[in-house]
Each structure stands twice: as structure tokens, then as C-alpha cells.
């Protein structure tokens, strides 16, 4: 069973930089497996931020990026604000099955 | 804009099924290139994914964890999804997510638009 893993929780101070990493038991994370970055708010519905590494919807604040990084799909936020306080999920597509990460609790203290 | 609404509230016994409606406005549904993918969440826990549908040609991917327990289908004309759990447990107890998905090749590489929720409570 593949399992991806993230950091379980990161604080960061307003106005900082963070990076949440997102590592698979299969090996290197590579683009192959187009990873994708949602946020999501207690109460909130599922908010997509990233797709396919480093893709931005539409909607995505310029702060958020996603890249590759030591063999993990990574997500940076630069100049944090008090509203990115919410789970981050990293999602990975293993042949068209999607497996999500365990999530991220990214304080923002 | 896209928008997925998805059906109410429903709460069953341990046993039954349910089913729950995706119903999609805004873009084309029956596009070769999107799909709708179910992911449910169970209170305080983690985004779990069940499967998908690619809607055009209704081809089908589920959760090992959830074959042969789920249904996924579309209806093109009314441009609604749909998934049916049967056996239900308590531990189904969630709250289950329809999202719209891009479809490269045969199988989607990501999801955009997501439904509101739809929490199933199973309790005797």
C-alpha cells in the first residue's frame, strides 16, 4: 500500500517563509506523478492551490509556489499571512490512482 | 465558473446504502477531457480518495479499499454524478466530497472544482 508522507504540523510567523514537503514509499517524487497541493480551512471545503509540481489556479495567491525538492513534491509559502492558517493536503497520482497525504497543520504564530 | 452542488444530509442504519448526487453547471460534462472524482473525509480526520468516473466514455477507478462496495455513475443528460456505498458501517461516517477532474491520457492528473460536501452519518 503506498502511503505519502507529511510534516504532521509547522508553525511559521507572520510574514515568514515555510516549505511543507510531501514524500512517497515508492521513492523520489517526480513530476510523473503530478503532484498537487490543496488547502483547507476547519469547516471549509477542499481548496486546490497546486497542480501538476508547480501549476497555479487561477485563484492562487502569488505567495503559494510548488516545486520538486530532494526527492519530495514541496510547497513554499512566502510571506505568510494569518489567513494561510488552515491542513495543507499533498495529493500524488500513482497511474491514476490518487493517494493523498496525511496533511499539514500550518500555524501561523 | 464551474459549480458542483452536491445532495443533503443522510443519515442510515449500519447495512444500508446511500447515494449521493454531484450535479455539475458551467462547463461542458460530458468532455473528453473531465472526470469526477469522490473523496470523503471522516470527522477530524484526512482527505481519503474513493474512485473516479470519466464521464464521456464512463469508465471507472476505484479504491481497492472500496471495490466492490461503490458505484460510481454519471446521468449526462441532467449532468449529475453519482456514488452509492452499500454495506454501510459507522466508520462510512464522513463527510463525502464529488470534485471535478482534468483527464490527461486515460486518467485525471488533478482536480479543480470541488462540490460543497455531503455528510452521511451511519448510526443504528
Known amino acids: 500500500q503506498t502511503v505519502v508522507t507529511q510534516e504532521p504540523s509547522l508553525t511559521v510567523s507572520p510574514g515568514g517563509t515555510v516549505t511543507l514537503t510531501c514524500a512517497s514509499s515508492t521513492g523520489a517524487v517526480t513530476r510523473g506523478y503530478y503532484p498537487n497541493w490543496i488547502q483547507q480551512k476547519p469547516g471549509q471545503t477542499p481548496r486546490p492551490l497546486i497542480y501538476?509540481?508547480?501549476y497555479k489556479h487561477s485563484w492562487t495567491p502569488a505567495r503559494f509556489s510548488g516545486s520538486l525538492l530532494g526527492g519530495k513534491a514541496a510547497l513554499t509559502l512566502s510571506g505568510v499571512q494569518p489567513e494561510d492558517e488552515a491542513e495543507y493536503y499533498c495529493?500524488?497520482?500513482?497511474?491514476?490512482?490518487?493517494?493523498f497525504g496525511g496533511g499539514t497543520k500550518l500555524t501561523v504564530l | 465558473q464551474v459549480q458542483l452542488v452536491q445532495s443533503g444530509a443522510e443519515v442510515k442504519k449500519p447495512g444500508a446504502s446511500v447515494k449521493v448526487s454531484c450535479k455539475a453547471s458551467g462547463s461542458t460534462f460530458t468532455s473528453t477531457n473531465y472526470g469526477i472524482s469522490w473523496v470523503r473525509q471522516a470527522p477530524g480526520q484526512g482527505l481519503e480518495w474513493m474512485g473516479w468516473i470519466i464521464v464521456y466514455n464512463g469508465n471507472t477507478n476505484y479504491a481497492q479499499k472500496f471495490q466492490g462496495r461503490v458505484t460510481m455513475t454519471t446521468d449526462t443528460s441532467t449532468s449529475t454524478a453519482y456514488m452509492e456505498v452499500g454495506s454501510l458501517r459507522s466508520d462510512d461516517t464522513a463527510v463525502y466530497f464529488c470534485a471535478r477532474v482534468v483527464v490527461e491520457g486515460a486518467a485525471p492528473v488533478r482536480a479543480d472544482f470541488w462540490g460543497q460536501g455531503t455528510l452521511v452519518t451511519v448510526s443504528s
Open positions: 501538476s509540481t508547480s
Open positions: 495529493l500524488l497520482y500513482y497511474g491514476g490512482a490518487p493517494v
